[in-house]
């Protein structure tokens, strides 16, 4: 059985930082994109960020790019999530997913084949 379990939200002020972790337990990360994602109430699940496990190379949302940062730990099968200077509208339920190769573009919510819980961030004003 394959698991993705997020940690590490919480609520935190305008301008502060939290880091998320992703953990994979019973499949490794080799040969996946792993994604970010965030859903606020009432609205659609939001890319927000994602690294390619084949290329390296990691991609960001316009909203979060220079304050967000993806990386993994190999060792532990885990990748993180470091949010900085957050505001307000960051706001939300925030999700990991796990995209097979050739399964389409890793900005869409719809590729991703397996999720985790979701773990909340609230950023106070």
Known sequence: QVHLVESGGGLVQAGGSLRL????SGRTFSFYTMGW???????????????SWSSGRTYYADSVAGRFTISRDNAKNTVYLQMSSLKPED???????????G???????????????GTQVTVSS
């Open 21 to 24: 972790s992703c953990a994979a």
């Open 103 to 117: 399964t389409g573009g890793y900005v869409l919510a719809e590729n991703y084949d397996l999720w985790g819980q």
């Open 37 to 51: 994602f965030r859903q606020a109430p009432g609205k659609e699940r939001e890319f927000v960020g994602a690294r």
């Open 91 to 101: 706001t939300a339920l925030y999700y990991c997913g796990m995209k097979s190769p």
